[in-house]
């Protein structure tokens, strides 16, 4: 297969700081089993969130039938090579006879996994008729390969991530497809939350996790020279990493935030000079 | 020296970056207000440009990031959100003083000012207390800043002659130097009116807790109590270096803050006039009942008359102060960003370094004009234009065998494996086949010549033809003098070069829509080498849409034709798509011309080489460049301008749009 899966078993609660009432909506979607679909530029959390879901819905409660559950919470980074049949299984070679495996997909929907599909307009059209039939009434899925008709367990729901500001024009989510989900919009959070993100992900020191924030802030001002998404969190947090570990505060900006963001080289100058003057 | 041109492009990004808005960066000499003239060795910020000196006595490039971050701070710290009723209201000493009656239509620092007797004084002593104020707060905000700040402050000193103080001037002179960071008790060594010591307490205090611009205020008015003496002391007012600030930028800003309030103000009015009415609409019937006698009005219509009067003030004085700023500030260009461009000089065979100055901007939408008929012209070229493009694969997948992952078993590489397997070898396990995409990874830039040249008809009518033979001309005053049936009716609206120039932009779009090709669609014009004009109707990135439509229903014809900055601006954007094959196709109906584009307005060469430079350039970068040119008279020119003969000359204009797409498939297949 040529997506990467990953099989989370959340052993432990991932850190979450939630900026609005996302926890609590999300919950009710689950309850009423609402596809939710996740808006949102890369880096602002969206996969820590629905880490931090899955773990509230099928680890935090201890007595439940769903805590059981081994993999709670399947995920799929798309791409554009990603296909229908790397969701749902393909049959492999073994010996000399062909043998059914099911794909990520397709065990999520057996097991009443969450599956999250990760940047979902990256992958092919064709993943499109899954997603129809798992997210409206019928809540089926159809392995055309075998003719099986796959109704999904009551545990099961499907999340998508998708983010506007980055995907192309031709790329763009369908309504028919769009309007299958609830959708919750993310952004990167204001300097002081960013702040206590770092701050907690990194253990650096708070006036540091602060700086920080704001060059997080201040990079994110410059979305449209070539690199839509601004910085993420998630390179702030790299960065606070590298301080933890000894870098020095510029150089690890450096590593994390300016050669990360953009190729241009007048672009780098002024991500470093903003970096230069944030920084005590 | 440091040079504005070393650092401007960067710098650009840093403004934006820490105030989150754009800002031109121009050198002072640019400055192009009427009434201000501002100081070609200080930093000045205005609505929409940061103003810094073009060569800098600095020791290292980060002082510019200081003066500009110095003019951020002020914004950014709310220098100018002052107002003289808040200050009056916080400052008792202000208070107590009579209130200056300049009229509505000066500045709020100017009324401060002139609530002393020497306004100069005060403008230099609340500009002195201002900046101790706004760089205590940027080195809190940005602490980086503060060694370059230093660094900085430090290599003015040195360069500077200390003396000793025993006026006022020197004593102002004083403070300068230590507000840069001199050392304070060296200076009240040098200080013989026994000021300076506590001048430096009150700006002690200030830098304690800046606070907010009234600190400020106070503090100034403090400094004015302690020099006033000197005042009195001197014979007739010193030659004080103080009245440019009066006035200066920071007054015209704070006009434009206060000018945003009084916008808010008039919607808000407004608002309420057409509440009223409506209230009053609803009671007309009841108003009718009253039997109100023919032009007697109700005390509700008096009061909305009152309403409406303080609104139309209101209107007019916004009106007036918005074009008084634009005057003193020069013309602003909120939506467009600006760039620098190196021009070839064939006279002297070099580069003028960033010679011209390019303003990118939006194409206005013109949602007036009928998109419907636009779609129709669409329609009507469809089939003409799209058939060079089926010589083109379209976008589309293809499926590849024998690779280690897919959707399908590739049964031939099953076979093949199996047999291997057999005959004791190692089988290959790329069993398998699937779909690939195939991609076209090509990108367009259509460049427009938006001159106004192409307002001309295309087909204008012959000249007529007097003779002494033609018949009598009729009096068209007369009614009777001609039938109803020869009475002339107004032709058809001329087709001009411009409305066949858009036609085949939206022909193309449409064509390229089906192709799945990325492109863009803009237009240049401008005059002047310190104004060329970049519209952007579509960015590659945007889709087609009805903003689209309106946008290239938005070209119309403008100015001059400097072309070489357009297509290195056009290189520079088809460079940054990232696209494996980059093309550029520049429409024009004549050669490049300019207000200043060679040393004599009427001599082509100039522009002629220039652009051919430009187009050199953009082949040396990997560019694929085309001219199609309306002038039927362009080979002349086009000849040398365009290498590889990579020109066209439409004889009949009509035949653009599909010439075009040909010369677009020839280019891209």
């Known amino acids: 297969m040529t997506e990467a899966v990953t099989f989370d078993y959340l052993a432990s609660e991932p850190y979450y700081l ?45 007595g439940s039938a769903r805590c059981r559950l081994e993999v709670p919470l399947v995920t799929l980074s798309c791409h554009e090579d990603l296909t229908a049949t790397d969701l749902v299984g393909r049959f492999l070679l073994q010996g000399d006879e062909t043998v059914w495996s099911d794909g990520p997909l397709t065990r999520a929907v057996r097991t009443g996994a969450l599956c999250y599909l990760d940047e979902v307009v990256e992958a092919r059209k064709d993943t499109t008729v899954l997603i129809h039939s798992l997210t409206d009434h019928r809540r089926l899925l159809p392995i055309e390969k075998t003719g099986e008709l796959l109704p999904a367990h009551e545990d099961f729901l499907l999340v998508m991530s998708y983010n506007p500001g980055y995907q192309s024009v031709l790329k763009d989510l369908k309504p028919s497809t769009r309007q299958r989900f609830v959708s919750l919009t993310f952004d990167y959070p204001d300097p002081e939350r960013e702040g206590a993100i770092i701050r907690h992900e990194t ?13 997080g802030e201040k990079v994110r001002n410059l979305r449209e020279h070539g690199f839509e998404e601004g910085v993420s969190t998630r390179l702030l947090v790299y960065t606070g990493d590298l301080i933890c570990r000894g870098i020095e505060a510029r150089r690890a900006a450096e590593i994390a935030i300016i050669n990360a963001v953009s190729d241009d080289a007048t672009v780098q100058q002024a991500i470093s000079d903003i970096v230069d003057t944030v920084l005590p | 020296m440091i040079s504005l041109g070393d650092v401007e492009d960067h710098l650009a990004l840093f403004a934006e970056g820490i105030s989150g808005r754009y800002y031109h960066i121009k050198p002072v000499a640019e400055f ?26 600095a020791p290292e490039q980060s002082a510019y990031r200081v003066l500009a971050l110095q003019q951020l701070g002020h914004r950014e710290f709310g220098s100018f959100r002052f107002e003289l009723a808040s200050a009056r209201a916080r400052i008792p000493m202000l208070a107590a003083m009579p209130l200056p009656e300049l009229g509505m239509r000066v500045s709020d620092f100017d009324l401060f000012y002139a609530h002393f007797e020497h306004p100069g004084l005060i403008s230099r002593l609340f500009h002195q207390a201002e900046r101790l104020r706004v760089d205590t707060l940027l080195r809190r905000a940005y602490p980086g800043i503060t060694r370059h700040m230093r660094r900085y402050h430090a290599y003015l000193l040195e360069q500077a002659s200390l003396e000793l103080a025993d006026d006022l001037n020197s004593l102002l002179q004083l403070v300068d130097w230590l507000l840069l960071g001199a050392d304070a008790a060296l200076l009240e060594t040098l200080d013989l009116t026994a000021r300076l010591a506590p001048a430096q307490q009150i700006l002690a205090d200030l830098e304690q807790s800046p606070g907010d611009v009234y600190q400020s205020v106070e503090a100034a008015c403090l400094l004015y109590a302690l020099c006033d003496p000197l005042l009195d002391a001197r014979q007739g007012l010193p030659p004080l270096p103080l009245d440019e600030e009066l006035s200066g930028p920071a007054s015209w800003m704070q006009r434009e803050a206060r000018l945003d309030d009084w916008r808010q103000d008039l919607e808000a009015m407004n608002s309420i006039v057409l509440d009223v009415e409506m209230l009053l609409g609803e009671e007309a019937a009841a108003a009718d009942a009253e039997g109100l006698s023919d032009g007697e009005l109700r005390p509700d219509d008096v009061h909305l008359n009152a309403i409406r009067r303080d609104r139309d003030t209101l209107a007019r004085r916004v009106d007036m102060e918005r074009s008084a700023i634009a005057d003193a500030l020069g013309r602003t260009r909120n939506g467009a960003r600006s760039f620098r461009y190196d021009e070839w000089d064939y006279l002297q065979q070099r580069y003028l370094p960033r010679w011209c100055r390019l303003y990118e901007e939006r194409l206005t939408p013109d949602y007036e004009q009928d998109l419907g008929a636009l779609q129709a012209v669409i329609r009507r070229h ?61 990108c367009a830039a259509f460049l427009v010549d938006l001159s106004a040249s192409t307002d001309d008809a295309i087909d204008p009518p012959p000249p007529a033809q007097w003779d002494a033979d033609d018949e009598e001309i009729a009096n068209l005053r007369d009614p009777f003098a001609l039938d109803a049936d020869e009475i002339p009716v107004d032709e058809a609206p001329r087709r001009r070069i411009i409305d066949v120039q858009r036609e085949s932009m939206l022909v193309m779009s449409a064509a390229l829509e089906q192709l799945g090709d990325s492109y863009g669609i803009y237009g240049f014009s401008g005059y002047g080498r310190d104004c060329v004009e970049f519209f952007v109707a579509k960015e590659p990135d945007e889709p087609f849409n009805r903003d689209t439509l309106a946008a290239i229903a938005g070209m119309t014809p403008k100015r001059s034709t400097r072309m070489g900055p357009a297509i290195r601006h056009a290189v520079r954007k088809l460079i940054a798509s990232g696209n494996a094959l980059k ?53 002349d020119y086009l000849r040398r301008m365009c290498a590889d003969a990579r020109y066209l000359v439409i004889d009949e204009i009509e035949d653009l749009p599909q010439a075009l797409s040909k010369v677009y498939q020839a280019l891209t297949s």
């Open chain 2, 583 to 635: 093309v550029l196709l520049i429409l024009s109906d004549g050669f490049p011309q300019d207000s200043d584009y060679g040393p004599e307005r009427g001599e082509h060469e100039y522009g002629v080489q220039d652009t051919a430079r430009a187009l050199k350039e953009a082949h040396e970068k990997g560019v694929e460049t085309f001219c199609v040119t309306v002038d039927r008279s362009g080979h």
């Open chain 1, 203 to 215: 253990g650096v020191e708070p006036a540091m996790a602060e700086r920080l924030a704001v060059i």
């Open chain 1, 18 to 62: 939630a900026v609005g009432d996302e926890v609590e909506v999300f919950e009710a979607a689950y309850a009423a089993r609402l596809p939710v679909l996740l808006k949102g530029p890369t880096g602002c959390g969206k996969t820590r969130f629905i880490e931090h879901m899955a773990w509230r819905l099928y680890r935090s409660d201890r």
């Open chain 2, 382 to 442: 469809r089939a003409e234009v799209q058939k060079p493009f089926e010589q083109i694969k379209p976008l589309g997948y293809q499926r590849v065998f024998g690779v280690a992952d897919g959707d399908e078993l590739d049964f031939n590489a099953v076979i093949q494996a199996r047999q291997d397997s057999r005959a004791g070898q190692t089988p290959d396990d790329r069993v398998y086949s699937r779909r690939e995409r195939v991609h076209r990874d090509v």
């Open chain 2, 32 to 57: 192009a207000g009427r009434r201000l003239a501002l100081n070609p060795e200080q930093a000045a910020l205005t609505v929409d440009t940061l103003y810094l000196p073009e060569q800098l006595d």
